[in-house]
DNA sequence: AATTCGCACAACCGCCGGCTG
DNA sequence: CCAGCCGGCGGTTGTGCGAAT
């Protein structure tokens, strides 16, 4: 099934593609647009099939391509996203501007892979449990990682470390007004909140206890509930829905001792810095985790 | 200079899920 | 409900090129 109605009807070329078959196909894209993949090398006049116009095109002729080195900032983002996201290439690629998921894919098999493995496996990963300050951290507040390259325990050192993020991060500052709507609608609204404070909502230390003991309870409580889960806000679709991606150029998070601004809101919002952690780890765990609408209890956990 | 090797990148393959008739 | 079509995705293979021998 891997062959389209289209490869089938007559021979189709295969093989790289030469500079009149690209112009070709910018041609006919630029013209007609591409519309149904299938009927484009017809209209083209390209003996290609159509997933190979569409490969073709995504991959190296579309306009808003970024050729050239992954600078370090998208390397680094690159890691980041791969320990929690495994390999959704495409969803990789998302927070990559004029990347493909296919030259991420391309440079993580190609050059940081072998970097970690280098670097003795995967350093960044290597966090210890001391790291892990409340007796509920150790549980998967977050979801298993689907990376495959970690073993079982590196994944458990990201769920300690994510979910450390998730807690810490609720400290006294400012969040993202919709991120922190969503955050009090799903918990009911923290005790004292004032509906003024949404604007610059501050978190007291009540307001962020109340925050932990909801997704504890939300996420520990063994009577899983699937109903109740699926009430937990999808911060990321509220972070991506917000261009949560690194500018074309550079990445500049702007971070000194106390803060910094998010690149992903265009507001520019400033964040405390405990708050980039939480937003980083909220990225993470409705990607991972969320989106899922499950919630798999490590069975190792106290929680029996 | 010829050959081999390794790497980066391009392209293909097979599967899956959504959509439609 | 089912089958076919299509786009999208991740894994894998193929290709070209430069470095090493």
């Known amino acids: 099934m891997g062959h389209h109605s289209c490869c089938n009807k007559q021979k189709v070329r295969k093989g790289l593609w030469s500079p009149e078959e690209d112009e070709k196909l910018i041609n006919c894209i630029t013209t007609y647009g591409h519309g149904c993949w299938s009927t484009v090398p017809r209209i083209a ?22 050729r ?22 495409a969803q990789i690629a998302r927070h990559l501007p004029g990347r493909t998921d296919n030259e991420v894919k391309n440079f993580w098999n190609s050059s ?19 790291s892990n300050q409340n007796p509920y951290v150790g549980d998967s507040l977050l979801a298993p990682n689907p990376n495959p390259n970690l073993t079982t325990t590196a994944q458990d050192h990201v769920l300690l470390q994510s979910a450390s993020s998730v807690q810490h991060g ?19 609204g923290p005790p004292s909140v004032e509906k003024s404070d949404y604007d610059h909502p501050t978190w007291s230390l009540d307001q962020q206890h109340h925050l932990e003991a909801k997704f504890l309870d ?16 999808q911060l990321c679709d509220l ?15 702007e971070v ?23 937003m980083d780890a909220a ?15 490590n069975p190792d956990l106290p929680f029996k």
């Open 68 to 89: 050239g080195n992954f600078s370090p900032q998208e390397e680094s983002l690159i890691i980041d996203l791969h320990r929690i996201l495994g390999n959704r290439w």
């Open 218 to 233: 939300t996420k520990f409580m063994r009577s899983s509930d699937p109903s109740l889960v699926s009430t937990m806000p």
């Open 45 to 66: 006049g390209l003996q290609r099939c159509g997933k190979s116009c569409r490969l073709r095109w995504i991959n190296y002729l579309r306009p808003d391509l970024k």
């Open 112 to 130: 940081i892979k072998k970097k970690l493995i280098s670097h003795d496996g995967v350093p960044e990963l290597t966090i210890h449990e001391t």
């Open 283 to 297: 990225v993470m765990a409705s990607s991972s985790l969320l989106s899922c609408g499950n919630f798999p209890l």
């Open 170 to 188: 609720f400290g006294h500052g400012h969040l993202k007004t919709d991120v922190i709507n969503c955050i009090v609608d799903w918990t009911g």
């Open 256 to 278: 000194d001792d106390m803060g910094g601004t998010l690149p992903c809101f265009s507001s520019g919002s400033y964040v405390p810095m405990n708050q980039l952690d939480c």
């Open 239 to 253: 972070v991506e829905a917000d261009e949560c991606h690194i500018p074309y150029d550079t990445v500049s998070y």
